[in-house]
């Protein structure tokens, strides 16, 4: 399994950023794919009105926990909102276009349509869907609409008691006509946590949660003038139309996306200020990133150094990197020189992390500072790294092993140099004996730099084993070099008199 598909992650949801063409094309593939894996998938449309319902007023808070799991499940998600565009576009990662409920069902029911494709229909009242489906099936010629039903769908309240079987009655509908293609018309979050509550239930390919888009097709609200969807002024042209119900949702809406916004932003501009006038002698090591294996007789420990800027422009070698780590027992991302983060590099964390969890594979993040955790927050994204974060190796060895922590070391050959690489703590809990059989054959005639970037701790027995390794390579005629020290760690050289055997070297 790889990461694949470059989205957005704005605000705690995965975007999908594709043209409408491209995201017609998907869904049809989708549908075309349940024929394989009889999984029922769900597309959202969403705009500000979820982000409103998604997030508390205070920054960290999520007020909707389920709906931000379920968007976070969907297999696809639009952007239906000028105002997620705008906040994209402000981040520096703009999205291809916007897509909403109705502009996306138009084209795809003419598709669907050459294909004698069939359609559910999920209403929110008879007289809007009865006339929806007259001029569906009037304008596309080959569709066929297979049913349709306007139950009354509880979410809240005492009346889940009865969901189950009225879902189930529902259900009985939905199945009997065996659609292709299921239209929820509830609004969200109702349509978004129906689908979620029959999922499993469900043997539909597609499900589209399309808001008010039956009340477009219907005539019974109309459809705001190009020129002004255009503008992003449409949600203008709809408040005017029906102020009295409109105007509360909307005040609320905009005053929560200007509370999620704001803060964002000043902090994303400020940091990469921040960067260009204050960290100046980084510059040239901005874009950097490498991976390391870690082996022991255990696991295998996949270290990815994420390079000082994670954005569009190191995606595709730091996707590059998890691509080739992901498949071991344990992926630990190195947050040590990350300075700043932009959309494409946190739907790369997210993605990533997804994927570990579908595995059951831990995923940990090594070294976040301060300043990275507040843009993590502030984009929210930290609620799907917070449990796994680390601020040393060790920590890592402990949530893994216990106390019974075996040696991991990473070998790497370059020319006729040997790296190692040692992860945790160099002490008498490790078999040194058997290492060094190991080792003993790869360190013949060969130079060594002993990388302790990720070591932290050597105690006595760790310091044994150090200068056992320094005479093999010596008794070559080679030369040792340790490579990166902690304060912490040269302290402990100095303590243990072994300093002037070791010379050190700033790379390699």
């Not at 981040?91 to 294909?115: N, S, Y």
């Not at 009037?138 to 005492?158: D, R």
Request: hydrophobic share 40%.
């Amino acid at each position: 399994m790889e990461v694949k598909e470059k989205n957005h992650f704005l605000l705690g949801v995965p975007l999908s950023n594709f043209t409408k063409k491209t995201m017609i094309q998907k869904i049809l593939d989708k549908i075309e794919g349940f024929k394989k894996d009889h999984q029922s998938r769900y597309i959202s449309t969403v705009n500000s009105d979820f982000y409103a319902n998604l997030h508390g007023w205070l920054p960290g808070t999520i007020r909707h926990e389920e709906l931000l799991r379920i968007l976070r499940n969907s297999s696809l998600l639009t952007a239906d909102g000028m105002p997620l565009l705008w906040l994209c576009r402000l981040l520096g990662c703009p999205l291809k276009e916007r897509i909403t409920g109705i502009d996306l069902l138009h084209p795809l029911l003419a598709l669907m349509a050459k294909q004698n494709g069939k359609i559910f229909l999920l209403g929110p009242e008879p007289a809007t869907t009865i006339a929806a489906k007259k001029i569906i099936l009037k304008k596309y010629q080959g569709l066929e609409i297979t049913g349709s039903c306007c139950p009354k769908i509880f979410i809240e309240g005492e009346e889940l008691v009865h969901a189950f079987e009225q879902d189930e009655l529902i259900l009985e509908q939905i199945h009997k006509s065996q659609p292709d293609l299921l239209l929820i018309s509830l609004g969200n979050p109702k349509q978004e946590i129906w689908f979620e509550r029959v999922q499993n239930r469900l043997q539909v390919p597609i499900s589209i949660g399309i808001g008010g888009s039956l009340s477009f097709i219907a005539g019974t609200i109309p459809r705001a003038p190009t020129w002004i969807q255009n503008l992003g002024l449409e949600w203008l042209y709809r408040l005017i139309q029906e102020p009295s119900r409109l105007f509360t949702r909307y005040l609320y809406d905009f005053a929560k996306m200007i509370t999620l916004s704001v803060p964002l932003l000043l902090y994303h501009w400020g940091n990469l200020g921040f960067i260009k006038f204050f960290r100046k002698k980084q510059l040239q090591d901005l874009h950097t990133t490498k991976s390391l294996l870690f082996l022991s007789e255990k696991k295998s420990l996949a270290m990815v150094s994420l390079p000082a800027l994670i954005t569009q422009k190191t995606y595709e070698t730091i996707k590059h990197q998890i691509n080739e780590s992901i498949s071991h027992d344990v992926l630990i991302f190195d947050f040590h020189r990350v300075q700043h983060i932009d959309l494409h590099g946190i739907e790369l964390l997210y993605s990533t992390w997804k994927i570990a969890k579908q595995r059951n594979h831990p995923l940990y993040a090594l070294g976040i500072s301060k300043r990275i955790e507040v843009l993590l927050k502030l984009h929210k994204a930290w609620d799907f790294l917070c449990h796994n974060v680390c601020q040393n190796p060790s920590d890592i060895l402990n949530r893994l092993c216990g106390k019974k922590q075996a040696l991991y070391d990473s070998i790497q050959q370059k020319g006729n140099t040997v790296i190692l690489t040692f992860l945790g703590e160099l002490d008498h809990r490790h078999d040194f004996k058997m290492h060094l059989q190991k080792l003993t054959p790869m360190l013949m005639g060969k130079k060594c730099i002993i990388d302790l970037t990720y070591c932290t701790y050597i105690d006595n027995s760790g310091f044994q084993f150090l200068l056992i390794l320094r005479d093999l390579v010596l008794q070559s005629h080679n030369s040792i070099y340790l490579y990166d020290l902690s304060p912490k760690v040269k302290r402990m050289f100095k303590i243990a008199k072994v300093n002037h055997l070791f010379p050190e070297v700033d790379h390699y």
